[in-house]
């Protein structure tokens, strides 16, 4: 095979986003929609996919590559864990192809660090990473991908050595919205990096993580003793969530190693404010590119598709 | 006023707790209900502690100290607080008493510390340190108050130096029911101090706090990987909330302070596996225990009442 395009679809819990790249990498066409795999179970996978890929008039002969939830047990097919440590090219290697289908559709696994005392998994950042490699030259790198459970990945020489993940957005999130600190954020404005509250609480978390909880119910006292406004209410603990989570990633490697970090939007604001406040030495990626570079790279992969092609 | 009994009230959010207690500290009659706060504010506080005054007979001169969320400023009446650093008897010294009242009726002041820095208040728990003032002797020592809000007191030669809560309780019960965890911990039977779960999870967190939030997840991923049991799951959460708050907690005093437990039922057991697994130099009080101590405490200071008195 040696197609003229290739489809790259990143098929979350409750995203779709699906791209028609040329070999070169030119994106010819872009299709979204909210139909994640919790929607695609209902209405059918094949389904799904079939209108987006109409929608971007994809040739017949267009493989699609993917990757994110769609993979998952409960998804259209399990396309499992590659164990760590693995070579980043291990995650093209281990592909899995959706059976029954005219087209070629092939779905990218996951990766799985199975220590007992270290258990963790992901499933669609090992694209991003995938996309950033790049960018890694051949030295040690943290790649961080921040998130609802941020990823924080140890790469020496384009293999990955280990991951953690910390639940600093899900934290942020239920804390927020169904503790007692509720009433304390209510009516908080989005935070941003450039927060003074938010910069104060995430350097003092991250020199005492052991006072992440005491630090928590202090914005409640603060409410009542002085006022609190709920803005800054939301910045200290949204810089507490992610001070607690740069304590501990940041001892996975020697202090001065290379930051790639991988987000976009609002969150990639905050963690570049972070990373500057602690003197990092970072560069920053966006989340999206990042994404859509890793499926093309498992596309070059898969189906030996060279960049110089052309149509 | 030189009354033979007095009457002893516990009124927090979601409960009531009255005891006829005689001048040399003889429980006369007791009576309890989930007329809490939130009830009482719609059915008339003076109508909910009338009915329970008539359930055990009390005399018509026999005075009523109170407290808990009765005296917050959603309460009956507010009773304010005491900044610290402030001495035992200062709290039974800025007790409020309840206006239009036929009766004695006196509600207690919680615990402020205005420090922007580490800002905390208690109410309620301030009355159970009251009742453990025989325990201190004239030395220093912590007393510890586990629960939802868990609190941490630095007593010296019965002074409050200063005190310090955790969000213990809360952050198991929005984590275990909201968060994604919710999965991993479903069906799991109440835990105990002897789960090794939960003392292998408490002293890893003790250990590394900074490593809280991606323990977190793996619980999750140890779900996946490896079909951890629910009971394993809500041990290991269990033991990271507690190592986490021991961590911080510890910090307050000497390592070889002598730490007051103040708790009941499974919290105790949980706390006291804790404390022996770290090897602290502690005694235990039970928390019902302390509240009526410190309630009595109280009405002996107020209404100079001789506990040698008999009716």
Known sequence: MNPACFVAVDWGTSSFRLWLVRADGAVLGESRSS????TARESGFADVLGRHLA??????????VMCGMVGARQGWVE????????????????????PDQARDIRILPGLAQRDVHAADVMRGEETQLLGCAERMKNSDCLVAMPGTHSK?????????LGFS????????????????????LEGAAGVDGAHPAFLESLHATFREPELATNRLFSIRARGL????????????LSGMTIGLELAGALRQAPRDTPVI?????????????AFHRLGLNFTALDADDAV????????RDIWHIEEGQKP
């Open 35 to 38: 139909e994640g795999m919790t």
């Open 55 to 64: 929608q971007v008039s994809a040739p017949g002969d267009a493989p699609v």
């Open 79 to 98: 396309a499992g864990y590659v164990d760590v440590p693995a070579r980043l090219a291990d995650i093209s290697g281990q592909a899995v192809r959706v």
């Open 152 to 160: 924080w990945v140890r790469v020496v020489r384009r293999e990955v």
């Open 165 to 184: 993940t910390f639940m600093t957005g899900e934290l942020f999130d239920v804390i927020g919205r169904q503790s007692i600190l509720r009433h304390a």
């Open 225 to 236: 003793l002085f006022s609190l406004p709920p803005t800054d209410a939301a910045a200290t």
């Open 261 to 273: 970090l991988v987000a976009s939007g609002r969150l990639r604001g905050l963690y570049e404010a």
């Open 292 to 299: 859509r570079r890793g499926l093309s790279q498992a596309a």
